[in-house]
């Protein structure tokens, strides 16, 4: 009996003994992919919309890089192309002095000087997709030495998996979500993995699991980035990262703002009018609103933005609705009204919400969401807001005089969301 547990104990111990040490593991990753200066790679992303279901559509991409220590708008020239359904959508190329967005649908290459739109080219970085550990200065999401001493990260090794027939490290890291004060999304879970090949450590795939509840709905938001294929720090050719590599059937034009998307609509304009469908089949036009203050807020349902933004709008409409104030919700990228109706219904939002459509969010300027309008009751606008402010103390306070009556339109507001 005793040699029987001592052999126990034994090969118990082994196998402690033999499981591989994940900070070692994910420290070498981090290191190889700080060596990483230039390369290609081919990448296939995964991503859900933040709604109630699950989806997970997928993107594919091809990028040359080479890295740059000094630029304060990417870490690294590029050339990124992105395909659907097999098919090349739009290259992007940024040389560190010009960024170019080339359309294959209409063959021209539109280009942006970066000491002239370096502002430009920023708020709209996140709309290209690259690998962050080859790109990023920190190679994010890798964890740092910082990471695993500061009480908020835990990880673990789940086993050795084979990603594109490359044997790999799965190692799982949990954070503890710390939610913001007033917050009406509850974060459950904050999760990423990491899939390192055994090999080289280079981190052949990696996934973010984030899931949160707001007013008893779960909401997901999941994205997975999936190396296909790489080759680094052997970019022989560096053209490919210059202008000389747009296509040479491409037109090329100068970046100009287009004026109707540069500012939101003046303060002072009469809004453009609208007849729009309410989610109770109810016409409603903006001209019917006359002698109301209306506060117009363009949203969509896969807005996190526009989810935090609610119960602030729901309060001023519980104390305002009976005084003259009108908030009208337009919803102009969702098609299905039974969605947006369940979708409004689990938030217990009960302000007018409408049915739009992209020609109306374009006649307001609305290129950020959510986006914010206050009418006076001639239908003039008296403010105009892009994007969601943490809900503090009152941003703004409008006065309005009608003899000796008078109230006090608390606008609650939100720190802008990046």
């Known amino acids: 009996m005793k040699i029987k547990s001592i052999t126990l104990i034994l090969f118990l111990s082994l196998f402690i003994s033999c499981k591989p040490d994940v900070k070692e593991i994910l420290q070498k990753s981090f290191k190889k992919c700080q060596s990483i200066q230039n390369g290609y790679y081919e990448m296939t992303r995964y991503t859900t919309k933040l709604e109630v279901d699950k989806d997970t559509p997928e993107s594919k991409y091809t990028c040359y890089f080479d890295k740059s220590k000094n630029d304060s708008i990417y870490s690294s020239a590029f050339h990124l192309k992105h395909y659907k359904n097999g098919k090349c959508k739009s290259e992007i190329i940024y040389t560190g002095e010009e960024f170019v967005i080339a359309d294959v649908s209409d063959s021209t290459a539109t280009i942006m000087s970066s000491s002239i739109w370096a502002m430009e080219i920023k708020v709209n970085k996140f709309k290209y997709p690259l690998y962050s550990p080859f790109h990023s200065q920190v190679s994010s999401p ?20 084979t990603i594109n027939n490359i044997l790999c490290y799965h190692i799982q890291s949990n954070e503890t979500p710390v939610d913001e004060k007033d917050s009406p999304i509850k974060t459950i879970k904050l999760e990423n993995n990491f899939w390192i090949s055994k090999s080289d450590f280079i981190p052949i795939q990696y996934s973010l699991d984030v899931i949160g509840v707001s007013n008893s709905d779960t909401i997901f938001q999941y994205s997975k980035d999936v190396l296909t294929k790489y080759e680094i720090n052997n970019l022989n050719d560096r053209s490919i990262l210059t202008l000389q590599s747009i296509p040479a059937n491409y037109k090329i034009i100068d970046f100009e703002p287009d004026n109707e998307f540069v500012t939101l609509l003046s303060i002072g304009s009469f809004a453009p009018n609208w007849q ?7 016409k409603i ?4 609103l006359k002698g109301k203050y209306v506060l117009v807020y363009f949203f969509f349902k896969g807005c996190y933005p526009c989810i935090m933004s609610m119960p602030a709008l729901q309060a001023l409409h519980d104390k305002f609705n009976n005084k003259g104030l009108k908030i009208i919700g337009i919803d102009p990228l ?3 009204e039974r969605d947006i109706a369940d979708f409004i219904a689990k938030r217990g939002v009960n ?10 969010a374009k006649e307001y300027h609305v290129k950020n969401y959510p986006t914010i309008y206050l009418l006076d009751k001639n239908g003039k606008i008296i403010y105009a807001e892009y994007g969601y402010r943490r809900i503090s103390k009152i941003l703004l306070k409008k006065l309005f005089l ?17």
């Open 276 to 282: 729009l469908t309410s989610l109770t089949n109810e």
């Open 285 to 288: 036009n903006l001209t019917d």
């Open 351 to 360: 302000y007018t919400i409408l049915v739009g459509d992209e020609k109306l």
């Open 402 to 418: 009608r003899k000796f009556d008078y109230y006090i339109v608390e606008f609650y507001t939100i720190r802008q969301s990046h």
């Open 334 to 336: 969702d098609e299905n």
């Open 142 to 161: 890798l964890p740092q030495d910082i990471d695993f001493n500061d009480g908020k990260h835990f990880y673990k090794f789940i086993g050795e998996e």
